[in-house]
Each structure stands twice: as structure tokens, then as C-alpha cells.
């Protein structure tokens, strides 16, 4: 049987406001939807851009721990699906055995991807470029946030989604990000894990942040392992990394709830 939860997860420098769109069209097939907030980024966004105190020490760990509790205490095993770190997340609480089907949109890199592509480095360079932001939430400015979520659209355009969504990303999130292939990193999973639930990863071909070349370089990690598991790969050509909201958001969340379903159905069956 189908999930009638989807969990979503959002990425960094974002809040799970940048899901309103998702949400609701989700909602309108029947869903019921949860759009938990990383910890302590439940407030306000002017109040989180004011006072980055309750985020600025915020780990991998605690995020992972925070959704796998969520996602344990529903009834069912929910559609997880991710956007960035969020798509990423998504990827390790199936590792974790959870979830009917997961989708991870514009994934961050876990271990065992190689690539670094000049626009991801230049994207997290306002966090990288200081080691001391490891302890502390760093904003984008408006032209940062422009090059890497918004290249697709007007700096006009850019600066609205900026005004709306944009807060303060903790640089220790990013630096666990850059470090995912040293040892000790929780960003990674098992990709000969047999029982995991499918997975789709989704890409958008002129995402700054994660270029397509990053998630077909994930998608080839599964695609050579060990594991039956489904893994699935769609790119969406000439889409930013703000996929979530940008023109054309239906398709894209269409078609990875439609994907959701029909895979979670064929694992069942």
C-alpha cells in the first residue's frame, strides 16, 4: 500500500517555508505533508536572521537524529523527499531502514563522491573561507544567493525568493559537507544495502551548488554496487538549484510524487 505521509526536508540557508508550494500540492492529492524545520530553526525567519545563537553550533548528527525520530513515530512509512543537505538527509534515514520511498532533489555530496566542481566551491566559499564559521550561521548576500539558487532567474527575481526564504546557514553543516570523504563523516550510507527503499535522485542541469555532474556521480555509486535496491536518476535541464520554486516547480514535484508512488507500490508487490 501506498504511504499517505510525505515528509520533506529542507536544505541549507533555507526553512521548510521554501516547501509552501510542495505542501500544498501534495495536500491537494490527499496527503497528509510534515515540513519539520531543522532544530532550532522553527521561528520566525526575521527572528533567525536577528539571532543565529539556537543554530550556529548545529551538527549533522542532531539533524539526522531530529528527522529519524519524526519519521519513527508516524504510523507508516512516509515518501521522504529531500531538496540540497535535505536531499542528502534523505538518502541516510533510508540507509536507516526508513521511509516507502525517498527522493532527493539536488543532493549534497556523501562520501564516496568525488567530484567538486568550481561553482559548489564558490557557492559555500562564505562559509569554507573562514574556518571559525564552523561554529556560526553565515548568510548569503543577495548577489551570493543570485549565483548559486537563483542563476536561472532576474537578480529582481533573485532578490524576492532571497527576501522570502533566505537565512543564515550553520558552517558546520558545510564543513561536514566538504570533509564527507575523510573518516569519521555521518554523511554516508551503505550502498550494497539490499533492503533500502527506492530511491530517486533528482538534478538540475545548471544547479550552481550541486551541478548534475555530482548527482550522476552518486547515482553511478549505486548504480555499481551490490545492492537491488531501486535507485532511479532524472535530470531536469536548465533548472537552478531553487527547483523547489522556481518556474515550472509542478513538474518536478509531480513527478517525484508519481514516482514516489508507483515505485513504493512496485517494492511492495
Known sequence: MSAKTVVLIHGLWMTPLSWENWKARFESRGYQVLAPAWPGMEGDIDALRRDTSGIDRLTVPEILDHYEQIIRGLESPPFIMGHSFGGAFTEIMLDRGLGAAGVAIDAAAIKGVLKLPFSTLKSGWPILKNPLNRHKAVALTPKQFHYSFGNTLSEEESQKVWERYAIPGPGGVLFAG???????????????????????????????????????????????????????????????????????????????LDWAEKSAELAVG
Open 178 to 256: 566538504a570533509t564527507d570523504n575523510l573518516p569519521g563523516t555521518v554523511l554516508k550510507v551503505d550502498y550494497d544495502k539490499p533492503d533500502r527503499a527506492p530511491l530517486l535522485l533528482i538534478a538540475g542541469g545548471a544547479d550552481h551548488i550541486v551541478p548534475a555532474t555530482v548527482s550522476r556521480s552518486q547515482a553511478k555509486l549505486y548504480e555499481k554496487s551490490r545492492s537491488t535496491a531501486t535507485v532511479d536518476y532524472k535530470e531536469f535541464p536548465d533548472r537552478s538549484h531553487y527547483t523547489v520554486g522556481e518556474d515550472g516547480w509542478e513538474e518536478v514535484a509531480d513527478y517525484a
